[in-house]
């Protein structure tokens, strides 16, 4: 009796259930109608929860979920391949196949240990990759428990931080007093690499905001050049001061429609990054365009009195 309700129900068939079984399971239906609960809709219940708990969900399948779930925020095209090539390369072979609830901390060293030392950068985001997907299965329901990718207060403990075993090495650039004499080789030296070069150096901007600039982007009255957030690595709208030299430059180069690139190639399209380095290498100087963003940054802190967020801003960093 449920309540006031008469139900019936089966204990098993006999020799799979044996008597014993079948008086122990009896009790428990007893047990579970003196709380309250129907057994027959219990065990419903149960057998709808298990069509829906996900069995054998790989960590590649989640990774490649949680890449399908993202790349629409990430601005660069290349951070998809970036993420696959890492997670392919060195986390799949040893966990891939493995059910994503099933991975725990000695599957995840033996991915970070072997590269930790050699490869640090990439193991650092490898492992930050890690524990995002992780978590991402974890939100979704398909593993629980602590996340075994974790660094403070659990990798930390075990691997070597990052800043003290990888010395980042920065982009080669010249120092404040050679540019002088640079800038001199610099603008009698012919083509659109140079110019641009050039120009990126007048404004401090990185080699792709010079190589995407288009007319429509400059306004020569007002001296400034508006790049949009789209194209901009921090994703805000920035706004350039135009010198009187970075104007001559502007006023060197053929003049387009507005949505024609400023540098344009021999094409029509926009200049490659290595037409820029390649006119750093015909002057035999050993820097690359973006140190020159980093003599900037030195000539602003040692030889103006401009404050450092003004120089931070110029460079468009986040402030």
């Given at each position: ?16 259930v044996?008597?014993a079984?079948a ?30 708990t ?11 979920a949680?890449?399908?779930a ?29 059910d ?6 000695p599957h995840?060293m ?24 992780l ?6 329901g ?40 640079f ?25 792709g ?13 007002a ?41 344009k ?24 365009p ?30």
């Amino acid at each position: 009796m449920i309540g006031t309700r008469r139900r019936e129900m089966g204990l098993g068939g006999y020799p799979c259930v044996t008597l014993a079984m079948a008086r122990e399971a009896a009790r428990e239906s007893r047990e579970l109608i003196r709380r309250g609960i129907d057994p027959i809709e219990a065990a419903k219940e149960a057998r709808a929860a298990l069509k829906v708990t996900p069995v054998g969900y790989t960590f590649r399948a989640a990774a490649e979920a949680y890449i399908a779930a993202h790349e629409a925020s990430w601005k660069n095209p290349k951070h998809r391949d970036q993420w696959t090539a890492t997670l392919k390369n060195y986390a799949y072979p040893v966990m891939g196949k493995l059910d994503v609830d099933a991975i725990e901390l000695p599957h995840v060293m033996r991915v970070l240990e072997p590269i930790w030392i050699k490869k640090t950068e990439t193991a650092k985001r490898l492992r930050g990759r890690i524990e995002m997907v992780l978590d991402w299965a974890g939100a979704r329901g398909f593993r629980s428990g602590p996340n075994p990718a974790r660094w403070r207060g659990h990798l930390d403990k075990l691997l070597a931080k990052p800043s003290k075993v990888h010395r980042i090495t920065h982009h080669r650039a010249l120092s404040i007093d050679e540019m002088a004499h640079f800038m001199t080789q610099l603008r009698a030296a012919e083509g659109t690499g140079a110019r641009a070069l050039e120009f990126a150096i007048l404004t401090a901007a990185r080699s792709g905001e010079v190589r995407g600039a288009t007319w429509k982007e400059i306004d020569l009255d007002a001296r400034v050049w508006t790049i949009s957030a789209a194209r901009m690595k921090a994703a805000r709208e920035h706004r350039a001061p135009l010198s009187k030299a970075a104007i001559a430059v502007l006023k060197a180069m053929p003049a387009g429609r507005p949505d024609a690139y400023v540098f344009k190639a021999a094409h029509g399209g926009r200049i490659s990054d290595m037409t820029i380095s390649a006119v750093l290498r015909r002057l035999q100087i050993d820097a690359v365009p973006r140190g020159f963003r980093s003599t900037f940054r030195d000539w602003a802190a040692e030889r103006t009195t401009y404050p450092n967020e003004v120089a931070e801003m110029a460079l468009a960093h986040a402030v």
